[in-house]
């Protein structure tokens, strides 16, 4: 039995075209190397690689895309079986494509069906391959046996999309399940070991079947569906080793798909073109059809859409790359089937007569077509003005993107913006070089561009008003803002930047209404709440301010250390909570914020918040007769003021302490002592001494009689003895 597999794995029964050319591109043997160059060229050459991959497209990526439509469309028995697909589910695609140039949130959902859809696809064609060649090789399988097999590529598929969709997405274009880690290390346990058992049993039996070496090709795709798939997740698990899920869609792996579907596919078609009895069949013809035919699909559309609608090219492009894709994923699962007789015929030399399969049945659409493709002069001017036509637009297109990813060099950026002048990343990149070379009006330019191409897109909007900003241009950036406010009425953070504005041009109640907008449509910007407090608090309205505080701090305790604003500003938001709590006659809370904030400042190494938290602290605990605390804290306070060479502060808060001195009962030479002492500082700071002070003053001398003058020509002695006495 081994030998008769043998002998019919040597023959060329078993092979598509040759053995090398087959397990190399048909059955990607060259996935390993291939994955590894692209993956250490990369890492030292972005840009190299970027281009040459984005090159590789325009010859691999693009003609297998058209490769399933020249399937579907150029026989009318195709086109009408699959009508579904290749009539409505078309326009369908069509349609969405045409809303979601309108629909500013649609492209990520895309995008995720599109990305989590390519493995899916990848495995569907391995999956196919592995039975063509099992079944080229004598192969059998019983209908447990091809379960087995397709549910170790379905378990492989499933392995990657848990992957995928483990934690949050870090793409803005992936929008992931966000699966917890310890559930995904579970499940994929289960699913490692189901895959384990599938395949031992699916691939043993075929195996003792075919024989070893009959079971080659498919082996090399087995392998290439493990590397391809299940070896990303191995690494990530091994060694935290992550792979983008935008690399399954774009770069090499796309491109070693797309080779591998070319090679079928010509195969196929020279078959059945022979099958319908011509003589010959021409590769170089049907390569130029998929060669021009893909860059149709994909070129065109973005261009027409940027310089007609003044659209976004970067988006259009993803727009039309995913649904293109999508479309394909459709089309392709309804038309290749091994089961069809048709298929079957033409790609395991089955018994049936090709020929009888074929069918010569034509519709206008198809004739339309056939002339087209015919000997006409007309039409073969017509077929070399569309190719050169479609050549050099696809020339066009990989310049430009060339330069456009010439980041570092302003002239490139230039004429990447002149080929496409609504290309937002272009105009972004373009704007930021030409700051840097102090070419402002083109900076300008391309900004507002930028905003033209990509209205609902806050990234050139938020750079253009920085800048603006930067250069006190605040009634230009106001007018901006306040344009936007009209499209996005319920962009918060558009709406806490225009009351910025609005504040700095004196819109105080425009200010308070943005920012009142801003909170309803997000109450978690903290930020907004922070202004709308401040604004209130400054139109003498503690009640209104006091919420808008109490919640900022609120939401700020609920971030992350990294995300949180600095502790000085947190501080300050916790004492004019307690400001405010004093003005609406609510003075145990404010005592409780006055402590919250001293405790805050001085694990977090602020020691002016701290002393002046301190002091106010001290002052309402004295109101309360908590003497030996309020005296603790004024001397903290005096502390730390000397320690800051604060004179100002320190002036101020001896007069407080002096004030507690008088009030408490000490001994009044120490409050005279206090007070001479502040009285000394604020002259050296060029202050006045304030009617209550001075009030205190006489009052003390009275008291002291004659010792009074003698403290004022030494008073140390009952200074110290003041910063350091107990109750």
């Given at each position: 039995?081994?030998?008769k ?14 053995p ?9 043997a060259w996935s ?10 990369i890492?030292s050459s ?16 693009y003609?297998?895309?058209m ?20 009539v409505?589910?078309?326009?369908l ?10 629909w ?22 391995n ?17 447990v046996?091809?379960h087995?097999?397709?549910s170790a590529f ?6 990657l999309f ?16 966000n ?12 699913l ?8 031992v ?14 079971m080659?090709?498919s ?28 690399r399954?869609?774009t ?19 020279r078959?059945?073109?022979?099958a ?6 021409r590769?170089?013809a049907?390569f130029?059809?998929?060669f ?21 090219f970067s988006?259009?492009f ?11 994923f ?34 206008r ?15 073969r ?21 060339y330069l ?26 373009l ?30 909007r ?10 006190q241009?605040y009634?230009e ?9 009209k499209?996005?009425?319920?962009d918060?953070?558009l709406?806490?930047n ?21 909170v ?5 910007l ?18 209104d301010?006091?919420p808008?505080?109490e919640?900022?701090?609120e939401?700020?305790?609920?971030q992350?250390?990294?995300n949180?604003?600095?502790a000085?500003?947190i ?5 004019k909570?307690?400001?405010c ?6 003075s ?7 402590e ?12 002016k ?15 309360r ?6 005296q603790?804290?004024?001397q903290?306070a ?8 604060d ?7 001896l ?8 009030v ?6 120490l409050?005279?002592?206090v007070?001479?002492?502040?009285d000394?500082?604020a ?31 030494n ?11 107990k109750?």
């Open positions: 039995m081994a030998n597999h043998s002998s019919r794995a040597l023959t060329g029964a078993l092979w598509i075209y040759n090398w050319l087959d397990l190399i591109v048909g059955c990607g390993a190397p291939l994955l590894l160059l692209a993956y250490l060229s890492a972005t840009l190299t690689w970027s281009v040459a991959f984005y090159g590789l497209a325009l010859f691999f990526n003609p297998h895309y490769a399933t439509i020249y399937r579907a469309y150029h026989r009318e028995a195709d086109f009408n079986r699959y009508r579904i697909f290749t409505h589910i078309t326009f695609v069509l349609l969405t494509a045409v809303l979601s140039h309108f500013y949130s649609a492209l990520p959902w895309i995008f995720t069906l599109y990305l989590t859809g390519s493995p899916w696809h990848y495995s569907g064609q999956y196919g391959l592995f039975m063509m060649f099992a079944r080229r090789a004598g192969g059998h399988p019983s209908r046996q091809r087995a097999i397709y379905l378990l492989s598929y499933a392995i848990v992957n995928f969709h483990t934690g949050p997405s870090s793409d803005p274009l992936f929008i992931s399940l699966l917890p880690g310890s559930f995904s290390s579970a499940l994929l346990i289960v490692a070991v189901a895959f384990l058992g599938c395949s049993y699916g691939l043993s039996s075929l195996i003792g079947q075919t024989g070893l070496r009959g080659l090709p082996l090399t795709l087995f392998a290439t569906q493990f590397t391809w798939f299940l070896l990303p997740t191995v690494l990530a698990l091994g060694g935290g080793f992550h792979v983008p899920q935008s399954y869609s770069g090499v792996l796309a491109v070693m798909h797309s080779a591998q579907y070319l090679w079928i596919t010509s195969y196929y078609a078959r059945e073109a022979l319908e009895g011509r003589q010959t069949w590769p170089f049907y130029a059809i998929l021009a035919g893909g860059i149709a699909l994909f070129i065109p559309g973005p261009w027409i859409a940027s310089h007609v609608f003044h659209f976004d988006r259009s993803l727009i039309f790359t995913a649904l293109v894709n999508i479309h394909h459709i089309l392709d699962g309804a038309i290749w089937k091994l089961r069809e007789g048709r298929i079957a015929a033409l790609l395991l030399h089955s018994q049936v007569r090709a020929a009888e399969a074929a069918t010569q049945a034509r519709s659409l198809i004739d339309g077509f056939r002339w087209i493709a015919g000997p006409s002069p007309r039409a001017a017509l077929r070399i003005s569309l190719a050169a036509a479609l050549l050099i637009w696809g020339t066009v297109d990989q310049i430009h993107y456009a990813l010439r980041n570092d060099n302003l002239v490139d950026l230039e004429r990447a913006s002149r080929l496409a002048a609504y290309d937002t990343p272009v105009q972004m990149r704007a930021q070089k030409a700051i840097d070379a102090n070419q402002t009006d083109e900076a300008i330019a391309a900004w507002k561009r930028a905003m033209t191409s990509s209205p609902s897109d806050p990234s050139p938020n750079a253009y008003l920085q800048f603006l900003t930067s250069k241009r009634r950036a106001y007018e901006i803002t306040r344009a936007a406010t499209r996005s009425p319920q918060a953070q709406l806490m225009h009351g910025i504005l609005a504040l700095q041009l004196g819109h105080d109640q425009e200010a308070v209404e943005a920012w009142r907008a801003a309803k449509n997000d109450p978690t903290a930020d907004a709440r922070f202004y709308l407090g401040a604004e209130l608090d400054r139109e003498n309205k503690p009640s301010a006091l808008q505080y919640k900022y701090l939401l700020v305790a609920q992350g250390p990294a949180r604003p600095p000085a500003k501080i300050g938001v916790a004492l909570v307690a400001d709590q004093l003005r609406m006659n609510q145990d809370a404010a005592l409780q914020s006055f919250l904030a001293r405790k805050v400042a001085a694990q977090t190494g602020e020691p918040l701290e002393s002046f938290a301190s002091v106010n602290q001290a002052t309402l605990l004295a109101q007769n908590k003497t030996t605390e309020a603790q804290l004024f903290r005096l502390f730390l003021d000397d320690s800051l060479h004179v100002s502060s320190e002036a101020a808060d007069y407080s302490y002096a004030r507690f001195l008088s408490a009962k000490f001994p009044p030479r409050a005279y002592a007070l001479l002492r502040a000394l500082l002259q050296g700071a060029g202050s006045t001494t304030s009617a209550t002070a001075s009030d205190l003053r006489k009052n003390l001398e009275r008291q002291l009689g004659p010792q009074a003058v003698a403290l004022r020509q008073s140390d002695s009952a200074l110290a003895d003041a910063l350091a006495a109750p």
